[in-house]
C-alpha cells in the first residue's frame, strides 16, 4: 500500500511531462451533498477535490525548479460559496495532501490561506510559485492529490461560481507527470 504511494525511486520512466490539473480535474461529485454542493463547516478540514492518478503514472506536485523561476509551475485557487445570485469568495486555509488509494497514509505537502493563492489568474508574478516538491514521495496508481479547506465561517462551496463571479471560480494546480 505504502509502495503505491511513495513510488519507486529507481523507477525509469518512459517519458515525463508537466500539467496543470484545473477545477474539472479536482472536483469530485462524489463529495457533493445532495444539494450538489460540498458543506464546509468553520475550522474543519474538509476534502473539497481530489484526483486519482491512473495507471502507469506516477505524479509529483508542482513542476520545474525554483531556480528557474519563468519554468516552474505556479498555484492559483479561487474558492466560491452557493449564494443564489452573486457567488462570493470563501475565506479559509487549502491543503494540498497525497493519500494512498485506501486512505491508510497521508502526506501533507503544501498549506495556505486562500488570499495567498488567488493573486491574479492571469499574471504569474502575483501566484505562488510552486516548483515540483522533489523531496515528497510519488502519488502513484489509484492513490489520491486531495485539496482540502477549512473555511474561516462554515458555509457551501459550488462547482460553478454564479452571477459576478461566474468563469471566476479557477482552480490551478501544477503536477510533473511521470509514465511507466
Same mark, same amino acid.
Given at each position: ?7 519507486? +525511486?529507481?523507477?525509469? *520512466?518512459? *517519458? ?7 477545477? @474539472?480535474?479536482? =472536483?469530485?461529485?462524489?463529495?457533493? +451533498? #445532495? ?9 474543519? =478540514?474538509? $476534502?473539497?477535490?481530489?484526483?486519482? $492518478? ?10 520545474? +525548479? *525554483? ?15 452557493? !449564494? @443564489? !445570485?452573486?457567488? /462570493?469568495?470563501? %475565506? ?11 486512505? $491508510?497514509? #497521508?502526506?501533507?505537502?503544501? %498549506? =495556505?490561506? !486562500? ?27 489509484? +492513490? ?7 473555511? @474561516? ?6 462547482? /460553478? *461560481?454564479?452571477? !459576478?463571479?461566474?468563469?471566476?471560480? /479557477? =482552480?490551478?494546480?501544477?503536477?510533473? &507527470?511521470?509514465? &511507466?
Amino acid at each position: 500500500m505504502l509502495q503505491r504511494l511513495r513510488g519507486n +525511486s529507481g523507477i525509469k *520512466a518512459k *517519458a515525463v511531462y508537466t500539467r496543470t490539473l484545473d477545477h @474539472a480535474d479536482l =472536483w469530485d461529485t462524489a463529495l457533493e +451533498s #445532495s444539494a450538489n454542493v460540498i458543506l464546509c463547516t468553520a475550522g474543519v =478540514w474538509t $476534502v473539497i477535490g481530489r484526483y486519482q $492518478v491512473p495507471a502507469q503514472q506516477l505524479i509529483r506536485i508542482g513542476f520545474g +525548479s *525554483a531556480q528557474f523561476p519563468d519554468n516552474q509551475g505556479y498555484v492559483y485557487f479561487a474558492l466560491y460559496d452557493d !449564494t @443564489a !445570485t452573486n457567488s /462570493v469568495l470563501e %475565506e479559509g486555509k487549502l491543503r494540498i495532501v497525497q493519500r494512498d488509494y485506501d486512505n $491508510v497514509v #497521508s502526506y501533507p505537502v503544501k %498549506e =495556505w490561506h !486562500t488570499r495567498e493563492i488567488r493573486g491574479d489568474v492571469n499574471d504569474k508574478r502575483k501566484k505562488v510559485a510552486l516548483p515540483e516538491q522533489v523531496h515528497m514521495p510519488f502519488v502513484g496508481r489509484d +492513490s489520491y492529490i486531495e485539496i482540502q479547506f477549512k473555511a @474561516a465561517a462554515t458555509d457551501s462551496l459550488i462547482d /460553478v *461560481a454564479v452571477g !459576478t463571479a461566474a468563469g471566476l471560480d /479557477v =482552480w490551478q494546480l501544477p503536477v510533473t &507527470i511521470y509514465v &511507466i
